[in-house]
């Protein structure tokens, strides 16, 4: 099997400008890859993380899933690259935990003990299958961030993508949201995860990519690279607060 599961060539998109979106990006994917893909905010991380599953398309440039333009076959990308938004209330439309987790493979018309065998697991993977019967608007911050990976996990995902998923979450939800990230890891799903505070998954990472002004900058292993981030408008995620995370 190809190792590379996801790659982009070339990719540019820009917003009026060629001072706004993102230019030339050239990134490989893994199966195996956990990558934190670092930078201030409007450096251009999420308008690239958003042409993965064809959110939005490129000006120049192709994504390819498996070797093959997604742009042929959107709802296959959309069911292999799974994305949770940084405001899980954009995702959340049903009226109950079970219905909101099973809302992706109903519209894919798989059969309903299927949905419901799988359901059942991402709920109990999430630490949810408690809540199945609550309303979603009932939940706390962190929770409504774990129903979301749910209602991915269910299609079972090759590559789940998180965009800044620490934002306005609490310390324990923070801690508890870094440990279903290592876990869906160890589990075969592929992670990308924008962020601007790289502490507290900087040891999860099999590699990190720095953006600046709608370009990639660097790119590599995350323990070589953090001292560079400064430089970037990143925290230096190796001072004493930050060894807090090495969970």
Known sequence: MDTVLLKTDHLTHAFGSEQSGIFDICLTIARDDFIVL?????????????????????????????????????????????????????????????????????????????????????????GLYHLRDRNPATLSGGEKRRLAIAGILVMAPDLIIFDEPFANLDYPSIVSLVRVCRTLHRSGHAIVMTTHDVAPVIMLATKMVVMDKGRIKEQGDPISLAPCLESYGVKNPFTPMAQAWAL
Do not use: S, W
């Open 38 to 126: 670092a930078g201030k905010n409007g450096c251009g991380k999420t308008t690239l993380i958003r042409h993965f599953n064809g959110l939005l398309m490129p000006d120049r440039g192709r994504v390819l899933l498996d070797g093959q333009d997604i742009q042929k076959n959107l709802t296959v990308a959309r069911k292999k690259v799974g994305m949770v938004f940084q405001d899980p209330d954009t995702q959340i439309i049903a009226d109950t935990v079970f219905d909101e987790t099973a809302f992706g493979p109903e519209n894919l018309n798989m059969g309903r003990e299927a949905i419901n065998a799988g359901v059942i697991n991402a709920l109990k993977l999430l």
